[in-house]
């Protein structure tokens, strides 16, 4: 499996804009999807975006579309989540996952379909 660091996290107002990465720690990430999930505090963890192993495909939860966008860096091995437009209710820790199996279409988004898993990044919103 592969390691997966994310940063880019921190204290900012509404309407401000931040960008998570997620470094791997080994070449193989390119063979891997990458999504981001999130999770606030008693809540679930819930499914962000997800990004194909050539990046041309991604796909986003609704509550995000059109503010949030992720991309791939194959040469520095780091995916982006590029997060505009932030609103109080988009504070959670941040994670990225990988997972090397399946196709883009029978890839989940459920936290269980993946097992390579960051240590999260914090993102605070203040209104």
């Known amino acids: 499996q592969v390691q997966l660091v994310e940063s880019g996290g921190g204290l900012v107002q509404a309407g401000g804009s931040l960008r998570l990465s997620c470094a791997a720690s080994s070449v193989t990430f390119r063979y891997y999807f990458i999504a981001w999930f999130r999770q606030a505090p008693g809540k679930e963890r819930e499914f962000v975006a997800i990004i194909s192993r050539t990046g041309f495909r991604t796909d986003y939860a609704d509550s995000v579309k059109g503010r949030f966008t992720t991309s791939r860096d194959h040469d520095n091995n780091t995916v982006y989540l590029q997060i505009n437009g932030l609103k109080p209710e988009d504070t959670a820790v941040y994670y990225c996952?990988?997972?090397?199996?399946?196709?883009?279409?029978?890839?989940?988004?459920?936290?269980?379909?993946?097992?390579?898993w960051g240590q999260g990044t914090q993102v605070t919103v203040s209104s």
């Open positions: 996952a990988g997972k090397g199996t399946d196709t883009w279409y029978d890839v989940g988004r459920s936290p269980a379909d993946f097992g390579s």
